[in-house]
């Protein structure tokens, strides 16, 4: 089954039956969480080995540490339609996606190479970083791969990491960047600053009651990045971005719940739009999260966060 995505590339959710025009292609193999520019050198290398082909990804859908850890905190940095936007933007014509479940964990090392990449996939050439490991219990890693893609006529890149100063840039830097409450840390690891994809929905409209509306969205699968106030910007359907100010976490002032949800006031701005799928990046961290003793203590400290985050919005435009 192929669909076609917002950018110009198409998913594959069916890596038995791929058309024609999907095989051949020069693959670069990971989870690409985040897409951010280590995944973007990896890209880059995979297109340079082989510009003649079709550039590609091979990734899995549900990342495979929720199969293996389902009871761990939600981790996601991206999920599957916006990775799959994000690696479009980077010109990646076929995503496939891989559904990791027991029996696809179960392959060999030798049965991905073999049935997969080269059977059912018909790679001419594969890319991946140097700690790549597949295969049941993750038998498989670049020397084993080496050996095989060799034998069955497949070319490999084997691609050094992209570092900085802090060392690689992976997905694990830019969650904990984000953990400790450093968003613009997390940007300059992904080329781009971090969003939540969500719906905005109905909430218990208390924002009103003290002349902040906002707009409700659910972290859902997403990271939960350090509970505080954020100066934000969303990205409306229509492609409008309009600054604004967020409060991420539990709202202990006016909630008892364990559900973190982001809710975010747009400036000057009045229309609307429940229903409808914002994209809301942090820019910065203002404050942490805190319980106020009354609904004026806490409306008095959202002027103040207010005049924060354009402050903050102006200076990163």
């Known amino acids: 089954m192929s669909n076609q995505g917002r950018l110009k590339s198409m998913l594959h959710t069916d890596w038995r039956n791929l058309p024609t025009q999907a095989r051949g292609m020069v693959l670069a193999l990971g989870n690409f969480d985040g897409v951010h520019r280590g995944h973007a050198h990896l890209l880059h290398a995979a297109h340079s080995a082989r510009p003649d ?22 981790f996601r940095l991206s999920p599957s339609t916006q990775r799959a ?3 479009a933007g980077l010109g990646v014509q076929h995503i496939i996606e891989v559904p990791f479940d027991a029996t696809f964990a179960a392959l060999s090392a030798e049965e991905f190479v073999r049935v997969v990449l080269h059977e059912a996939l018909g790679a001419a050439h594969i890319a991946c970083g140097a700690d790549f490991a597949f295969g049941h219990r993750r038998g498989g890693d670049v ?22 100063e802090g060392g690689a840039i992976s997905s694990s830097r830019i969650r904990r960047a984000l953990q400790d409450g450093y968003p613009e840390h997390a940007a300059h690891l992904l080329g781009r600053s971090w969003s939540i994809r969500g719906e905005v929905a109905h909430g218990d409209k208390r924002g009103r009651t003290i002349g902040f509306p906002t707009a409700n969205i659910a972290l859902g699968g997403y990271l939960e990045p350090a509970r505080g106030v954020y100066a934000v910007r ?11 100010v967020a409060n991420l976490g539990r709202r202990p002032t006016v909630a008892d719940t364990t ?5 975010a006031h ?4 009045a229309e609307d739009i429940y229903g409808q799928t914002l994209d809301v990046a942090l820019v910065a961290f203002l404050r942490a999260e805190q319980k106020f003793a009354s609904f004026d203590a806490l409306r ?14 102006t200076t990163s435009a």
């Open 234 to 244: 969303a990205t409306l359907p229509d492609g409008r971005i309009i600054g604004g």
């Open 53 to 74: 082909r079709p550039l590609g990804v091979l990734t899995f859908e549900p990342h495979p540490r929720t199969l293996f850890r389902p009871d761990d905190p939600a």
């Open 300 to 313: 008095q400290q959202i002027v103040t966060d207010a005049e924060d985050a354009r402050r903050q919005l």
């Open 266 to 269: 747009l400036f000057d701005f």
């Open 259 to 263: 559900e973190a949800r982001l809710e």
């Open 143 to 164: 020397h084993f791969l080496e050996a095989r893609s060799e034998t069955l006529g497949i070319g490999l890149s084997v691609v050094p990491q992209l570092s900085d």
């Open 85 to 87: 936007e994000l690696l």
